[in-house]
């Protein structure tokens, strides 16, 4: 959700990606929850992180504590911001309680994107 709302927001001089430590397709809630948005994210994939991506990054946001502490370390050159949310992907209940907690996520991602390309841009 993170890729999908900052290649709507950044400059297209950015080079935008969704890695992880494993590679896994995008979520079909995800997928359900940006379309209400107006993004299409059904195409979008993760690629695998490691030190030789990481060493040609700028910057590197993880979401949630997971990715905060499995992600391998982060070269001193890189900027590294956490974002503390919740993954979407561990909600229980039915596919409607699962699309409320989504949504909320969604909300938080976009908010959280609005500020960090408002605070890149005025540098």
Same mark, same amino acid.
């Given at each position: 959700? %993170?890729?999908?709302?900052?290649? +709507?927001l950044f400059?297209?001089?950015?080079?935008? *990606? /969704?890695?992880? =430590?494993e590679?896994?397709?995008?979520?079909?809630? %995800?997928?359900?929850v940006?379309? +209400?948005?107006?993004?299409?994210?059904s195409?979008? *994939? /993760?690629?695998? =992180?490691?030190?030789?991506?990481?060493?040609?990054?700028?910057?590197?946001?993880?979401l949630?504590?997971?990715?905060?502490?499995?992600?391998?370390?982060?070269?001193?050159?890189?900027?590294?911001?956490?974002?503390?949310?919740?993954?979407?992907?561990l909600?229980?209940?039915?596919?409607?309680?699962?699309?409320?907690?989504?949504?909320?996520?969604?909300?938080?991602?976009?908010?959280?994107?609005?500020?960090?390309?408002?605070e890149?841009?005025?540098?």
């Open positions: 959700m %993170a890729e999908g709302f900052a290649k +709507e400059d297209k001089n950015w080079e935008i *990606a /969704s890695a992880g =430590i590679a896994h397709g995008v979520n079909p809630l %995800a997928i359900k940006m379309n +209400e948005a107006g993004i299409d994210i195409q979008n *994939a /993760s690629k695998l =992180i490691d030190n030789n991506y990481l060493n040609k990054c700028e910057l590197v946001v993880t949630c504590g997971d990715a905060r502490d499995r992600c391998p370390m982060t070269p001193t050159t890189v900027k590294r911001i956490h974002w503390p949310l919740q993954d979407p992907a909600a229980i209940g039915n596919e409607s309680e699962r699309l409320v907690v989504f949504r909320n996520v969604r909300d938080e991602i976009q908010k959280k994107v609005i500020d960090l390309a408002r890149l841009t005025s540098k």
